[in-house]
Structures are given as C-alpha cells and as structure tokens.
C-alpha cells in the first residue's frame, strides 16, 4: 500500500488545510441513494465480487444465492463438479428461479412460476409445450451466465460483458500489500476449513466499513484486546499503511487470541518472517483478509443500501483444527470483538454523514492519509463526478 498523501481534488473542502490534514469525502456519498445507485453500476457490477465460500457448495446442485449490486446471482456446483454463476432470473417472463439464500436440488433448477427448467449447466431442458416451439433454442434460453474464478478457495463473480483482469485487480490487491503474490498463497486458503461464520448486520454505509479497516488511529480507543495482542497498533499506524509490513505479536503472546493465549499449529507454508505475525489487505471494493500463522479471517461485504450493509465473516484453520472438534473461541473471540466495535463506531458515525456540521466533510491525520488514495480510486471509479 502506497502512502503518498493524495487528496481528493473534486471534494477539498475551501480554503487551505494545514499540511497534516486531508479532506474526506462530503457526507452525502454516504447517504445519498443516487450515489450508492452509481455504486451498484460502476463498482459491484463491474468488478470482480467474492461471492461464496466453494466449500459450502460441497456437492452438485447446491446452490446459493448471492446480491450482487442490484442483481441476485446464482452460484451452483454442476453434475460434473464445477462451480458455475448466473442471473437469478428465469428467461421466459423474468421470474426469480431461486427464491432461498441457500438449498440443493437433486438434478435441475425449475422456475416455480410457469416450470421452465434448467441443468446445472444453465441450459433449459424443460418447458411446458417445449416440443411443439421447436424454433426455440435451448441454450439461446438458458439463463445468462456470470463470469467466476476461484481464488483463496471462494468463488468470485464479475457482472461486466467484458471483465477486468483478475490477476490485476484481485490478485494484484495482494501484491501491493504484501510485495508479491506467493507471500498470501503460503497459507495455502484454498485448503482451509471453515471454523466459525458470523454474519453482521450493519447500518452503515460500506464505505465508512472499508475506511475503518484501512486504519489504526482509532485502535488504542476502541480495540483494547487486539492492541494487547498487537502492540503497535497502539501507535496508530495500520498493518496496510507500509508495503510488506506484518504487525508483529507482543513478546508475551503466545497467539492470536483474545487473552494473547496459545493458538494452533503455524500454517506449514508460512514463511520464518512471517511467523508472530498479522497481515490484512483490502481488497477492493468490498473484501478483507486478515492472516495470521494459524488461521486465516476473511470479510466478505454486501452493500444492499447506502445506510446498510450485511458482512459475512469466516475463520479458516487448517482441516485436522477443524475435524479435531478442537475449540477456536479463543481466536474467533478476538477480531468478533474487533468486529463489533468497529461496526457500533461506523453505525455511531453514519447519522452524522446527514449533518450539515459533515456538509463538507471531514479531515484526516498523516497516519489516515492514505485513505485519501481510497478516495480518489472511487471518484475515479464514479467518473469524476462532482462532489
């Protein structure tokens, strides 16, 4: 993560700051519905979105269904075991094919409305009266399909006809925290099990979710057991705000747990340097990882408004941790601790984004510059608009 301080031109507040502050963004990008609508068009459908974890569609015919900007995507395991993403939507008269989050069917997908029905493949099989419109082409009518990659053992999908490249915009997330990509692969994710799935609820705009992730200045205030753990986090400085930087445990802890009590087994790919130690890198728009030796934490978001978003949070340990029945509250504890209290400061923090004291917005601190390079990536995002 680059630090140069960059200020978000089209939203400077007037006059001059002092050089230790940067404007934010004004308050309305995060309340107001015509910017989340541009949100939805220009960034939740147009990137590459980390869609579900693969190992909960375990077997052919699970399903889940995932929002995705303004669109439902359905996610499904094929009969020959590949994972495969379309619109949620039946083509004969526009009826939602899934209406459960989550389910498994034994061989096709049938739309409850008028029977149209689907392989695994997406490709209509069935309809009532099919045989006699034999003008009708099968796969011209099969549901429209969702590009998807795997990655770190989830499934991604991107809406776009034509989309951006994976490795740049994903993986390269990675590289530009860690300095190249090998330094995530050793913990080996894709091959992790799920220990624990917490799923929040919060009434806040995703943004003020992602900026709080991206810093530490708030962490001696709120986050008392992670500074225990971490203790240079107590000076402000994020793990993000330095290329290659992991915050390193404190000498008396033993692991990432909320008493700094042993954890697991390190990772058997971890590298020597990278051992005691915490990593967390954004990935744009609505991802986190979060590594440490012994398991790993990833946040998936799902903006559904300007003022709510739903995360989903899973910690991943190494299989024989899970099989083993062994007891991860400890280390689940922790950063659902850290969780909950960003989550109440960015619910405290939402209504105030409607006060005319947030018209122009705020400011931010040198160790909160870099937030700055997050908003001038939306606004760029966005079109420039005017702020």
Same mark, same amino acid.
């Given at each position: ?7 978000? %031109? ?31 068009? &220009? ?12 190992? =909960? ?19 499904? &395991? ?6 495969? !993403? ?9 009826? &939602?094919?899934?209406? $459960? ?6 061989? +096709? ?17 069935? !309809?009532? +009266? ?6 009708? =082409? ?22 776009? =006809? ?5 490795? $740049? ?20 994710? *894709?091959?992790? /099990? ?17 900026? +709080?992730?991206? $810093? ?30 992991? %915050? ?13 009590? *042993? ?8 590298? $020597? ?6 990593? /967390? ?41 899970? *099989? ?14 850290? +969780?909950?209290? =960003?989550?109440? /400061? ?5 209504? !105030? ?6 018209? &122009? ?27």
């Amino acid at each position: 993560m680059t630090t140069t301080p960059v200020s978000p %031109a089209p939203v400077s507040a007037p006059g001059q700051l002092p050089p230790s502050l940067i404007a934010t963004l004004p308050g309305h990008y995060y309340t107001d519905p015509e910017i989340f609508r541009q949100e939805q068009e &220009r960034l939740f459908e147009s990137m590459w979105f980390c869609a579900v974890r693969g190992a =909960d569609l375990a077997k052919p015919g699970a399903f889940r269904t995932v929002q995705v900007g303004r669109e439902s995507v359905l996610i499904t &395991r094929s009969r020959t075991g590949e994972l495969r !993403a379309f619109l949620n939507v039946c083509r004969h008269r526009g009826a &939602r094919l899934c209406l $459960e989050e989550a389910g498994e069917v034994r061989r +096709n997908l049938q739309c409850p409305y008028h029977a149209w029905t689907y392989d695994l493949d997406g490709k209509l099989i069935a !309809a009532p +009266n099919l045989v006699k419109m034999p003008d009708v =082409d099968r796969t011209e009518y099969g549901l429209v399909k969702v590009a998807l990659r795997e990655w770190l053992g989830y499934a991604w999908v991107c809406l776009a =006809d034509e989309p951006p490249s994976f490795e $740049e915009t994903v993986m390269g997330a990675a590289v530009e925290r860690l300095g190249n990509v090998a330094a995530i692969e050793h913990y080996g994710t *894709e091959n992790l /099990a799920l220990g624990k799935r917490i799923t929040y609820d919060v009434k806040a705009n995703w943004k003020l979710i992602v900026e +709080n992730f991206m $810093e530490c200045y708030h962490c001696a205030t709120i986050h008392p057991e992670l500074t225990d753990v971490l203790p240079e986090f107590a000076d402000g400085y994020a793990a993000q705000y330095y290329v290659g930087h992991g %915050a390193e445990f404190g000498e008396e802890v033993k692991g990432f747990t909320v008493d700094g009590s *042993e954890g697991f087994g390190r990772l058997p790919a971890i590298a $020597e340097d990278q051992d005691r130690r915490y990593y /967390a890198i954004t990935v744009k728009p609505t991802v986190f990882i979060n590594l440490v030796p012994d398991h790993v934490i990833l946040h998936r978001m799902f903006p559904l408004a300007e003022d709510r978003t739903i995360v989903e949070c899973d910690w991943l340990y190494a299989p024989e941790v899970v *099989e083993s029945g062994a007891d991860v509250s400890k280390s689940v504890e922790l950063f659902h601790r850290v +969780n909950a209290q =960003d989550f109440e /400061a960015c619910e405290r923090t939402q209504p !105030a984004m409607a006060s005319r004291a947030y018209r &122009r917005g705020g400011v931010l601190v040198p160790t909160e510059h870099h937030i700055g390079i997050f908003h001038e990536w939306l606004i760029g995002m966005l079109g420039g608009m005017d702020g």
